[in-house]
Structure formats: structure tokens, C-alpha cells
């Protein structure tokens, strides 16, 4: 049911979210170039559709990268080419390549153009043929093997003066491949255009928080009822359930955000640690566990850091507002535990229970939040713990959170 109203969550969110077209174009496989508004989803991999827009007025269509040869969205990191390419995937062995078409992400543009797909990278001189940069890795129980063809290809290629010392210590890695590209251009005196340092990078934030949790606590205690047995009118214990009200507590912390470099930094992984004291008082009338009528009590105060651990979603509304979602494994560590149990017969007469509590200093729960952001700075959120356990106490727990970003 959670998981269900999760979606439904999610669904409506899309709905209102504001979907944002940006100016690009992409050439159909009848080599036609379409100037048009594509939606920006900041792509990590290639995607297998993309829609558009002829105008902003205009109907949103979609049309599959089986259809395309090209597509691009100026400005930003996202332009990808279609190409029937010789390429061997396999990590290890001989190179042993076989014709596929595929979808190559450009990185750099120019005489000497750089690809990347699916951890593999590509080249191409002049607009001749792309291909593949070899590079394979075997290990075996005494060592690491490497095999870098795509040197001996790069230095077969693209040695001027100045890089045969850089391509012999060329690792296959993109900020050095990237580099490396640039500079050929360079030395060249081609024009190029580097799409690298308009991708999307990981961002992050340090906010402080306060807020109120809202909660209140249950506690099962055995040998609280005496009653006759289901036969022979034996004497038998019950348990019962003592209920706490509604109390409220002040929540201080601070959060670590880490912002995904991709889909516009809209995904992110967070840990916000946040102290908290709570105090109960659980009882239950008309109990009989030491031979007479009264009611039983637990007072408890617990003091307690909770740790959230956990992946946010943002949803923007406009330039300046955006609706989050996140989900997170919160985990409970109690700092200080007091608990006391008693019972006050129907005469008034106080009594002590002298058996100690097994009292359980660390806990985890599931956490769901709902929030809003504004202008990346101000927020405001709403969590609802599925389960939560203080010590011995079964916990239901709301939490209102407000942050400020400092940096």
C-alpha cells in the first residue's frame, strides 16, 4: 500500500513538474536536419527516444534514435551520432571486433574527434572511419595485465613533437583522453568544440535544520492481567499495551547533500544527523500485576541522535521552486536512556518494579519525506516514519523540518 501511494507520489509530481525544452535539432535517417525544442533530460547514456517540439506552441512529439542519425542540444553536453562501428566489448582476450550500430556520446569535436560509449571510447580523423580505442585488463592470481592498443593506435595516428612522451603514459581514462584530443586540435590549429566541460557535475550542499517531531509511543508489558484460563479455571498472565499522548520535541542537525551529476542534478544521496530528546509517560488502568487493582506506568526520557540515510528526488516547478521526495534508512542511536516502571494501586499506594528493562541502544527505521525548495536555498519538508523504536518503546513519529544552505 506505501509503495502504491509511493508512485501515486511520484506520478503527480511529473505532472506538475515543469518539463523544460531547449533549442537543438537532430537529423533524421533521410539526412534531414530538424531545427526544434528538445526536452533536456541531461543524459548519462544514450537515450532511446527524445521528444520535441517544432515551436513552444506546437505539440510534443517522440521519435526513437533508430530513426535519427544525430541529435544535439546546444549549449550543453548532450550531442550524440549514430554510427556503424567495429567494436569488440569484451574485457579481456584477443581484439576481436564485430559491425554494430551504435550510439556514441561526442566528448570532442574537431579535426581529431573524441566518442565515448558504454565505457569504450572512439576516434576519428578527418571524418573518416570511427574507431574503436582498445584497451583491455586480465588478471590472474599473481598479476594485472594491460593491454593498450589504443596508444599504439593513438601514436600511429595522432604523434605530433610534442605527445609521443604523453601517448606511451596515456591512461584510458576520459579527463586524459579529453585532454589529450584537446591538445592534437590545438597543435593542429583546428577549431574545436570541447562537450565535456558543459556536462552536468556533482554539486554539494551543507545545510543546517531544526524542526518538530511530532510523536508519541506504545509499550507492551507483560504480567499485567490475571484472569481465569481458557480450562480448569487456571490462573493465567496477559499482557497489555500502554499508550503514551501526543508529545512534541524540538529536532536540531545539519544535512549533507550530494547533488548526481545527471538529469540536471535533479537526484541526490543525503545524511542528516539531528539530535533529539523525548520524554514519555505510558500508562494502563485497571491492571492487576501484583495482586491488586491500579494502574501501571512507564516514564521514560530518551536522548538520541538520528542519522538519515537516504536518496532525494527534485521536481521543479519553476526557475525559482521545486517539490522533493526522498526516502532514507534512518538510523537511531541513543545517547541516554532513562526508564521507570511502577504501579499505583487503587489506594494510592506506589509501587516499584525491580525488573530492569532490556533496553536496546541502537535502532533502524524507514523514512519517506515531502518537501519544498526555494531558490536552493530555503526548505521545508515533512517526514513520516514507517517504523521506529526507542529503547523498548514502539514509536510514531512525524517530523517537521525546516533547512537554510549555508554553503
Known amino acids: ?101 551504435i550510439i556514441l556520446k561526442v566528448l570532442v569535436d574537431g579535426i581529431a574527434k573524441l566518442y565515448y560509449n558504454d565505457d569504450i571510447f572512439f576516434y576519428q580523423i578527418n571524418n573518416g572511419e570511427i574507431k574503436q580505442l582498445v584497451y583491455k585488463k586480465e588478471k590472474d592470481n599473481i598479476s594485472i595485465k594491460e593491454d593498450n592498443l589504443f596508444r599504439v593506435e593513438l601514436y600511429n595516428n595522432l604523434k605530433t613533437t610534442e605527445n ?22 590545438k597543435h593542429t590549429n583546428s577549431d574545436y568544440t570541447i562537450f565535456t566541460s558543459k556536462e552536468t557535475t556533482i554539486k554539494f550542499n551543507f545545510n543546517v535544520l531544526a524542526g518538530l517531531n511530532f510523536t508519541n509511543g506504545s509499550f507492551t508489558m507483560s504480567g499485567l492481567y490475571i484472569a481465569p484460563g481458557s480450562s480448569g479455571g487456571e490462573i493465567q498472565l496477559k499482557d497489555a499495551d500502554l499508550v503514551s499522548k501526543n508529545k512534541i520535541n524540538i529536532v536540531l542537525g545539519f544535512e549533507i547533500e550530494a547533488l548526481l551529476p545527471f538529469n540536471k542534478n535533479r537526484w541526490a544521496i543525503f545524511v542528516s544527523p539531528n539530535y533529539q530528546q523525548s520524554k514519555y509517560e505510558l500508562s494502563k488502568g485497571n491492571v492487576n500485576p501484583i495482586g491488586q487493582f491500579g494502574t501501571a506506568f512507564l516514564n521514560s526520557t530518551y536522548s538520541y541522535i538520528d542519522i538519515p540515510l537516504g536518496v532525494r528526488r527534485y521536481f521543479d516547478l ?23 516502571r511502577s504501579f499505583i494501586n487503587n489506594y494510592g499506594n506506589l509501587s516499584s518494579f525491580n525488573d530492569e528493562l532490556k533496553s536496546k541502544s541502537f535502532s533502524a527505521a524507514a523514512r519517506i519525506g515531502l518537501g519544498y525548495n526555494y531558490e536552493n536555498k530555503y526548505s521545508l519538508s515533512l517526514n513520516y516514519f514507517i517504523v521506529k523504536k526507542l529503547s523498548n518503546i514502539d514509536v510514531g513519529s512525524l517530523t517537521l523540518l525546516a533547512s537554510y544552505k549555508l554553503f
Not at 581514462?173 to 584537446?182: C, S
Open 1 to 101: 500500500m506505501k509503495a502504491k501511494l509511493l508512485i501515486v507520489l511520484l506520478s503527480s509530481f511529473n505532472l506538475f513538474a515543469q518539463i523544460k525544452f531547449e533549442k537543438g535539432y537532430f537529423i533524421d535517417s533521410q539526412n534531414r536536419k530538424v531545427e526544434c525544442l528538445i526536452e533536456n533530460q541531461d543524459w548519462i547514456n544514450p537515450p532511446k527516444q527524445i521528444e520535441y517540439k517544432l515551436s513552444e506552441e506546437s505539440m510534443t512529439e517522440i521519435i526513437n534514435l533508430s530513426q535519427i542519425n544525430s541529435f544535439q542540444i546546444y549549449g550543453t553536453s548532450q550531442y550524440y551520432i549514430k554510427s556503424i562501428v567495429n567494436v569488440d566489448k569484451s574485457l579481456s582476450g584477443d581484439y576481436n571486433p564485430k559491425p554494430e550500430t
Open 164 to 185: 609521443q612522451i604523453e601517448i606511451r603514459k596515456l591512461e584510458y581514462k576520459k579527463n586524459a583522453l579529453v585532454n589529450f584530443f584537446i591538445n592534437y586540435n
Open 318 to 340: 519553476n526557475a525559482n521552486s521545486k517539490l522533493f521526495l526522498d526516502g532514507a534508512l534512518n538510523l537511531t542511536i541513543l545517547t541516554s536512556i532513562e526508564e521507570k
